[in-house]
């Protein structure tokens, strides 16, 4: 297993791990045609400085991280836009060795704190608060739909 730093040519292989990885539980999505190849390519136009793939030992990407940092009051603050791995490879491991990997990066670019979304989903908060990451008792995700 390999990280390193996302190209353009990686984006084709990461919507298709988005589309799969999203499908099963907890979430059981379906994209639209297009819409997860849209997704990753917009999230590489604002993250592709800061984002990483894994690749197996044949350099096969097998899982992603879009990170975008942004100034706020007293320094940069990064937000992990999003985190997956091709479900035939999660629980391995690799999910959390990207994880740490981008705290280290973060670290030498001298970031003071990390926020992300999650669904609120044991195995997933698990997986987040393992890693160092506390539920904000002071914020919520809010959501309206536009009809
Ligand atoms: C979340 C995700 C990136 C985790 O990647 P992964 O490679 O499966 O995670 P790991 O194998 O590194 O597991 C790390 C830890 O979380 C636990 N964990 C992660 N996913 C789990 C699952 N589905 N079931 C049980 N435990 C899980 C592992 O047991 C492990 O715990 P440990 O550190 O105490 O051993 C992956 O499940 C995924 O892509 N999910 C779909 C997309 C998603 O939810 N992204 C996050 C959006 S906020």
Redesign the pocket.
């Known amino acids: 297993m390999s990280i390193r730093k996302i190209q353009k040519e990686d984006l084709a292989r990461c919507s298709e791990i988005l589309e799969k ?2 499908s ?1 539980e907890p ?1 059981n999505e379906e994209f639209n045609e297009g819409m997860a190849s849209l997704y990753v390519q917009q999230k590489y136009k604002c993250c592709f400085d800061n984002s990483f793939v894994v690749c197996d030992e044949s350099d096969q990407v097998i ?1 992603f991280a879009f990170v975008s940092i942004s100034a706020w009051t007293d320094g940069l603050q990064a937000v ?1 836009e ?4 091709d ?1 035939l ?10 994880i740490l990997y981008i705290h280290d990066y973060l670290s030498s670019k001298k970031i003071k704190s990390i926020m ?4 609120n989903d044991k ?2 908060i ?3 608060v ?1 890693s160092g990451y506390q539920v904000a008792d002071d914020f919520c995700v809010m959501f309206k739909e536009v009809k």
């Open positions: 990885a999203y099963t979430y899982g992990i999003e985190v997956c791995v479900p490879f999660q629980g391995k491991g690799l999910g959390k060795a990207l992300l979304w999650a669904k195995k997933l698990d997986f987040y393992s």
